[in-house]
């Protein structure tokens, strides 16, 4: 896992784990819900390998977030290459 995070993501991993404790639902529902609000998202990307994988993807698209909490989830993060590719993808900026 240390290929895929760097230090800057735990505090931004953090927050989404508190997020899904707070809702009731696992941290995996509270980041594909977080990709489908962005706009341009029609669909995000999963790999389940058993079904209760399947079964939270499914019901992360019933999860509506507050400003509030997007807010929380997104004030940490920054933007970085995308880590665990060689070589690295940096992020577009549009």
Known sequence: LQKMY???DVPVIDRCVELAKRR???PAQIATAWTLHKPGVNATLIGP????HMDEAVAAL???FTDEELNFLEELY???PLLGLDPPVHP???
């Open 6 to 8: 760097g230090p800057d």
């Open 62 to 64: 019933d999860i509506k």
């Open 49 to 52: 390998t058993e079904m209760f």
């Open 92 to 94: 577009r900026r549009d």
């Open 78 to 80: 920054r933007p970085h």
């Open 24 to 26: 009731g639902v696992s």
